[in-house]
């Protein structure tokens, strides 16, 4: 198990009927944790695509590079990339994602629509929504 992490299985947490807030509150320090990690890889995909770096690698393109060190797929590397260079233009949305305040699904999503001018107002509109409510919006 990882360092911090806490064993669910056989009653393992905490027994009783708030057992649920701890894992609960675990959850949610994961998510923040995984969306500030989110903004920082697509950062580094902006640093990576200005350095060209999978050339220095001898790789063919930064979606290469992506499958092979990330282990993403070409759709999923594509689309980080994509989302990258949207969020370059968008810092509004970009700390929204930081924050926790949006997961990157639904960044990924609004990136499809939103621009410069527009962001600061779909990131308000979306706070709070989950993914299917933000698509529903962005339809």
Excluded: H
Excluded at 61 to 67: F, P
Excluded at 106 to 121: D, G, L, P, Q, S
């Amino acid at each position: 198990m990882f360092e911090g992490s806490m064993q669910v299985e056989a009653g393992e947490v905490g027994g009783g009927r708030t057992a649920w807030r701890e894992v609960d509150r675990k959850l949610r320090g994961v998510a923040k944790r995984r969306a500030a990690m989110d903004q920082e890889e697509l950062r580094l995909i902006r640093a990576a695509i200005r350095l060209a770096l999978w050339r220095e690698l001898g790789m063919v393109s930064m979606r290469e590079y992506l499958e092979e060190v990330m282990g993403y797929g070409p759709n999923v590397a594509s689309e980080r990339i994509r989302v990258a260079e949207a969020l370059d233009a968008m810092p509004v949305l970009e700390q929204a994602l930081e924050s926790g305040q949006l997961p990157y699904s639904a960044v990924r999503a609004i990136t499809r629509i939103a621009t410069r001018k527009t962001e600061r107002a779909w990131v308000a509109a979306c706070r709070g929504k989950n993914l299917r409510q933000i698509e529903e919006l962005l339809a």
